[in-house]
């Protein structure tokens, strides 16, 4: 069975930092994209960013560039979201999703993790 | 600001076929076969319906499908159910930033 899980939420004050993880099973990790979505309670889905199956090819929205950084260990079955400089707008539920088929398509979504940004 | 607009709202009785438009531009709907469509419970977990414009992932009903006209693509839902209410988010590949984009969703209401 596919499973994603984050971990690593919670509160921080804005300009502080958090590392989000997620953990994968059931699937051979190596072989698919991952990515980061986010979503503002009772609000729409927002694009963060995505890793290439290899690691060495990461996109990010315009919102997070330079602020976030995605990174993967195919070794652990795992990809993080390293997020610096936090506002209060990146408060949300963040995902981590697979990529069907390397085309977007996010077939699996782990149940989230919740940052909150405040003072 | 999403650069993909979706209706806020559509309706339909039971039975009938509803069409949820997404409109974007030459930028992304316009120029890529990169559309997938989402369908998401309230406090549940979204999930894909519809991948690369047309497909329908293994375990999804029928019911529903995709299509592409121009900028604007369409997610379709045939014979209407009452679990089909639910929000709906397409998605697109986006070329000049380089990235994904969402529409701001659709909530679907079964009469």
């Known amino acids: 069975e596919v499973q994603l899980e984050e971990f690593g939420g919670g509160l921080v004050q804005p300009g502080g930092s958090l590392r989000l993880s997620c953990v994968a099973s059931?699937?051979?990790?190596?072989?698919?994209?991952l990515h980061w979505v986010r979503q503002t309670p009772g609000k729409g889905l927002e694009w963060v960013a995505d890793i290439k199956k290899a690691g060495i090819d990461e996109y990010y929205a315009g919102s997070v560039k330079g602020r976030f950084t995605i990174s993967r260990d195919n070794a652990r079955n795992s990809v993080w979201l390293q997020m610096n400089s936090l506002r209060a707008e990146d408060t949300a539920v963040y995902y981590c999703?697979?990529?069907?088929?390397?085309?977007?398509?996010?077939?699996?979504w782990g149940r989230g993790t919740m940052v909150t940004v405040s003072s | 600001h999403s650069a993909l607009t979706q209706p806020a709202s559509v309706s339909g009785s039971p039975g009938q076929s509803i069409t949820i438009s997404c409109t974007g531009s030459s930028s992304d709907i316009g120029d890529y076969n990169l559309v997938s469509w989402y369908q998401q419970h309230p406090g549940k977990v979204p999930k894909l319906i519809i991948y690369?414009?047309?497909k329908r992932p293994s375990g999804v009903s029928f019911r529903f499908s995709g299509s592409k006209s121009g900028n604007t693509a369409s997610l379709t839902i045939s014979g209407l159910q009452a679990e089909d209410e639910a929000d709906y988010y397409c998605?697109?590949?986006?070329?000049?930033?380089?990235?994904?984009?969402f529409g701001p969703g659709t909530k679907v209401t079964v009469l």
């Open positions: 999703a697979r990529d069907l088929s390397g085309s977007g398509s996010l077939d699996f």
């Open positions: 059931g699937f051979t990790f190596s072989n698919f994209w």
């Open positions: 998605c697109s590949y986006e070329n000049t930033r380089i990235e994904y984009v």
């Open positions: 690369e414009v047309t």
